[in-house]
């Protein structure tokens, strides 16, 4: 396919995504939809000849006849215990092939005025809050990819924490992709509103439980309110066929806390974007990531951390283990504008390299516009310590478990700052099997 057929692909099937809102097209909200499809119309596909696109190719996305009404499917619930790290403690929220599943969901007891949930609920009900805040962070004039997802903006996950509430128990989201034999794209949308002095944490997981080819654009939206904490959690386990093109856009409003922790297994071809924007004094984030692919498997983290104001810190640290062909991509940016002085901003991003083939392209970048600032950033592609390695070896210890351990000595650092222990358990396992621990 061209370029151009991608586009009208899409524009074309628009009518037959309408039919499939039953009656959706006449609600108020529909004119988002429309809006977006103009946008998305008018957008030149990024190529390697844009800057942010410089090492990411996206022929082996637009070549595809994505069906834009994925196929609906029956899941057994064992299949989403698979995916599962806790005993059933969690609050959880099931999507199969871009559709909430309320009958595999499960919420425990939440505090009054919480809402816990499906977009598509809140669009019918033309939520307030939804109105207030979709789009609002995630813009989607410029970027091909936020426009098409808001053009076909069907269903995803709305979380409303009113004000002075904390939810104790981590909400787990599960967006589960079964392709089969068709190839189809979904266009997860979350929109999460932390409001004045709450606090949550969320686990937004992506994950297949067969090899199909399919597209997951996702896009994530969170407003976090004056001193407001927000701990967020991004899992990938797709299938080694698929591709996911995931935006994340924060708002972080006065002496407001947010992290992010992005583990990802990746699929064939998948892109991060993560932006965070400080909008009062005081505020905290921290970004952490860990991507571990193989064969030929493409990873993209492209990171914008916005200190608008004064009084703020953010803290970010990418790792990324890479074997065979795998190919990698950190491009990691802190802007600090003229009136934020008092600023302390640290950016890191270390990758290993496990074969000749593997091939990292590091970019952390500084933009300082202040002078009353402490700002640093760094990068280290490389092989494993073979000093560490020989010490190891001359102690007994064989060279499979030798490079198992270093390796997962490399990774701990990002997966100790998860807060959930079920949850390293159960990355820990992952890296684990992948090398043969």
Do not use: H, Y
């Given at each position: 396919?061209?370029?151009?057929?991608?586009?009208?692909?899409?524009?074309?099937?628009?009518q037959s995504f309408e039919k499939s809102l039953n009656g959706g097209k006449t609600e108020s909200f529909h004119r988002i939809r429309k809006d977006a499809l103009?946008?998305?119309?008018?957008?030149?596909?990024?190529t390697i000849k844009d800057e942010e696109w410089k090492y990411t190719n996206i022929s082996s996305i637009i070549k595809h006849n994505f069906s834009v009404v994925p196929p609906k499917k029956d899941t057994a619930p064992e299949i989403i215990g698979k995916f599962l790290f806790d005993?059933?403690?969690h609050h959880l929220l099931v999507f199969i092939n871009g559709e909430f599943r309320k009958d595999l969901s499960r919420l425990n007891e939440l505090p009054d005025r919480v809402k816990v949930g499906s977009l598509s609920a809140a669009i019918k009900n033309n939520h307030p809050v939804l109105l207030k805040h979709f789009g609002k962070y995630a813009?989607?004039?410029n970027n091909l990819f936020t426009a098409l997802n808001s053009a076909f903006t069907k269903d995803g996950a709305f979380i409303l924490v009113p004000k002075g509430i904390a939810i104790e128990d981590p909400i787990h989201i599960i967006f589960l992709n079964i392709a089969g034999e068709e190839k189809f794209a979904t266009q997860p949308r979350n929109l999460f509103i932390a409001e004045e002095n709450s606090q949550i944490t969320i686990i937004e997981h992506y994950a297949s439980d067969d090899e199909g080819i399919y597209l997951s654009n996702a896009v994530t939206e969170i407003f976090v309110c004056e001193n407001a904490v927000v701990d967020h959690i991004k899992l990938q386990e797709e299938s080694t066929k698929a591709f996911h093109i995931g935006r994340m856009e924060v708002d972080q409003e006065r002496s407001s806390k947010f992290a992010s922790h992005l583990i990802s297994t990746?699929?064939?071809?998948?892109?991060?974007?993560?932006?965070?924007?400080?909008?009062?004094?005081?505020?905290?984030s921290m970004l952490n990531g860990l991507f571990l692919i193989k064969d030929e498997q493409f990873f993209d983290a492209h990171t914008m951390i916005d200190h608008a104001k004064p009084h703020c810190n953010s803290h970010e640290h990418y790792k990324g283990i890479l074997?065979?062909?795998?190919?990698?991509?950190?491009n990691g940016k802190v802007m600090v504008r003229p009136d934020a002085q008092k600023t302390n901003a640290f950016q890191e991003n270390n990758s290993i390299l496990l074969s000749d083939d593997a091939v990292m392209n590091s970019k952390p970048q500084l933009e300082i516009f202040a002078d009353d600032v402490k700002c640093s950033h760094g990068a280290t592609v490389g092989k494993l310590d073979e000093d560490a390695k020989f010490y190891l070896k001359t102690r007994g210890i064989g060279e499979e478990a030798a490079t198992a351990m270093l390796i997962h000595a490399f990774a701990s650092d990002v997966i100790k700052t998860i807060k959930i222990e079920s949850l390293r358990d159960y990355l820990e396992e992952i890296i684990s099997k992948r090398f043969n621990q």
């Open positions: 396919m061209s370029n151009i057929d991608f586009k009208q692909w899409f524009i074309e099937n628009f103009s946008k998305f119309s008018s957008i030149k596909i990024p005993k059933l403690e813009e989607d004039s990746g699929a064939e071809f998948s892109r991060n974007e993560f932006t965070t924007r400080f909008n009062g004094e005081g505020g905290e074997q065979d062909k795998a190919r990698g991509v950190f």
